[in-house]
């Protein structure tokens, strides 16, 4: 190996120690560990650039805009509504919630999705008195198994792929190619949570609950004439139980009715008073079939899908201080309409415009973003605050989020479109049907991620240009001999390795050269290799910093580092044995 070699392996080696033990953003120790390598003068500015262009990334941040426009139109939440249901014990609930995710798993790329589901599972299970940490691990391991299954599941699949095609010259590959060896190892990797889960995951409480907020706002909704909730009961309507937030009563017709027990029927304009803490209330103005009572909201300037919830508390000098909401004309003073409001922990009684305001009074608007730096600095606000997430939902446009999601999934599997064209098509249809704004797009996107696999991609290509991985092949195959299948064991274990130390798709894009070369050594198809590689840096359980969604999932689940690896060892080799016993099956070393 000449002295480029070297450097390449040192940087490597600098990369891989960095990543598993500084503690350092995965982002920018790719990104210094490419450059110097271009500094150095090792690899070429094309070549070191090359992986930004890669149609594995390209379709990976199309799938993010894609995943935003299913969570802005509330199609997440219609899916799990009907997919979860009410399990009555802790094994059906990580059933329901296994099998939906990881079918869900398979057509929408896991980052997103475990986003999107994240919050859901976590009401769900608060609903059903389940420990969040029986849960989200299941839900991080259960997309992650779905994203194994297809090409579009998870980054590491387009990556492989693009690669393949780039530097292998394979053609590429089919939608469902990978399914063949993807579904068993998904139903398998599902069957051994459900089975051992229940000793090897930990039963913890959070640190925090949301019931511990001592804002208690009133709020009121009404159900919309013709939406699903009218003629359900209140527990059909996922209305009881809910996490941080109780019914206190429902005005109908004028005749108001407290204490309403869980099989009251719900009809078309009843107006709904809930008593509950800021993020149970932005759950609530998500809840498709509930519109806030107020007709204030519809009578501001902007539309619902520019504006977002505000929370601002009444100063002692504001000029509405003695009088009701509706006498001093809040909406027409401020271009704002007040949804809750919040007094000292006390639930606030009548209607939320017969409310006469005091100092130190904690309002919830609905208003453009714009109203936080028109009245931070106002007299009339002591401090005024965005609530994080709570745009409200474009419901109506749904079914249109889903008849493109759902094009996406038939153009790419039948093969009409590439995968990057189609998921390039899809992204900018959901714009252009607003589905998601323009900002909702380029803010949606994790450009960490695409950062970390496009600087993977120019260091494994140096690795490839300077001979580095060649040479680290060459005396393993010395000692193993000329058996193909023991090759394959190697590139599984050590890609298997890299991704619990880095990102799963950085471990495929530095460890792809090295199979490579250890194929063409051994006169073998390259096919093995490339499936080897998809599998092995996909399914990587057993350290939380190895995939984004496990990370996700590490707080709310009140986890540690060593639950990670209790549970997700034994599943690595598990999954890995049957992975190596099916790939040279389906894809022979002589094909």
């Not at 089919?174 to 399914?179: C, I, K, N, P």
């Not at 919040?342 to 606030?348: F, I, K, W």
């Not at 696999?453 to 001999?481: F, K, N, W, Y």
Request: hydrophobic letters at 50%.
């Amino acid at each position: 190996m000449g002295w480029q070699a070297w450097v390449t392996l040192s940087v490597v080696g600098t990369v891989v120690a960095l990543l598993a033990f500084a503690g350092i953003s995965a982002d920018l120790v790719m990104m210094a560990g490419l450059t110097a390598l271009l500094t150095s003068g090792v690899i070429s500015p094309e070549n070191a650039l090359a992986g930004f262009a890669n149609e594995g990334l390209i379709a990976v941040g199309a799938l993010f805009v894609v995943a935003a426009g299913i969570r802005e139109t509330g199609v997440m939440g219609i899916l799990a509504s009907r997919l979860l249901g009410r399990p009555r014990s802790v094994a059906a609930a990580q059933a329901r919630m296994m099998v939906s995710v990881t079918t869900l798993g398979a057509f929408i790329y896991n980052d997103p999705l475990v986003s999107m589901m994240l919050p859901v599972v976590d009401d769900w299970g608060k609903k059903n008195q389940i420990p969040a940490s029986k849960l989200m691990i299941p839900l991080s391991y259960a997309a992650i198994l779905g994203g194994v299954c297809t090409l579009l599941g998870t980054s590491t699949n387009l990556v492989v792929n693009g690669l393949a095609v780039s530097q292998a010259g394979l053609p590429p590959q089919g939608l469902f190619d990978v399914t063949w060896v993807g579904l068993p190892c998904a139903v398998v990797g599902v069957i051994y949570i459900l089975v051992f889960g229940r000793w090897l995951l930990p039963e913890r409480k959070p640190a925090f609950s949301t019931k511990d907020d001592a804002r208690l706002y009133t709020v009121e909704m009404m159900v919309e004439p013709g939406s699903a909730l009218a003629g359900r009961t209140i527990e059909e309507a996922g209305l009881r139980q809910l996490p941080g937030l109780f019914l206190v009563e429902i005005d109908r017709d004028g005749q108001v009715m407290a204490a309403v027990g869980p099989e009251e029927r719900l009809r078309a304009k009843d107006r709904l008073v809930f008593a509950g803490v800021v993020e149970s209330v932005v759950d609530l103005q998500k809840t498709r079939g509930l519109k806030p009572a107020t007709d204030q909201v519809f009578k501001l300037d902007s539309p619902r899908s520019h504006r977002c919830l505000i929370e601002a508390v009444v100063s002692s000098t504001c000029p509405l201080i003695g009088k009701t909401v509706r006498e001093g004309r809040f909406r027409t003073v401020y271009n704002a309409a007040i949804i809750a409001v919040a007094r000292s922990g006390e639930r606030q009684h009548g209607k939320i415009g017969d409310i006469v305001l005091q100092p130190g009074d904690t309002l919830l608007l609905e208003a453009h973003p714009w109203f936080v730096d028109q009245q931070r600095n106002s007299r009339d606000f002591f401090l005024v605050g965005r609530v994080e997430k709570s745009t409200p939902m474009r419901h109506e446009r749904a079914w249109v989020a889903g008849v493109i999601l759902l094009g996406l999934i038939v153009t790419a599997g039948a093969g009409w479109l590439s995968m990057v064209n189609a998921a390039l098509l899809a992204a900018g249809l959901m714009i252009a049907t607003r589905c998601c704004s323009g900002t909702e797009a380029r803010d949606c996107i994790d450009w960490r991620v695409l950062i970390v696999i496009g600087a993977a991609l120019g260091i494994g290509r140096a690795m490839q240009v300077t001979g580095a991985a060649s040479g680290i092949v060459e005396p393993i195959l010395d000692h193993l001999g000329t058996t193909p299948w023991l090759a394959l064991a190697v590139v599984y274990v050590a890609t298997m390795v890299f991704s619990e130390l880095m990102s799963h798709a950085a471990a495929a894009a530095l460890v792809f050269p090295i199979a490579m070369a250890a194929a063409q050594s051994l006169q073998v198809s390259t096919m093995p290799f490339v499936m080897t590689i998809m599998i092995a840096a996909s399914l990587a359980f057993a350290t939380p910093i190895c995939y984004p969604t496990h990370l996700m999932v590490y707080g709310p689940g009140s986890y540690r580092f060593t639950d990670y690896l209790r549970i997700g060892t034994p599943l690595n080799l598990l999954l890995g044995a049957i992975a190596l016993v099916l790939i040279p099956l389906v894809w022979p070393f002589s094909g």
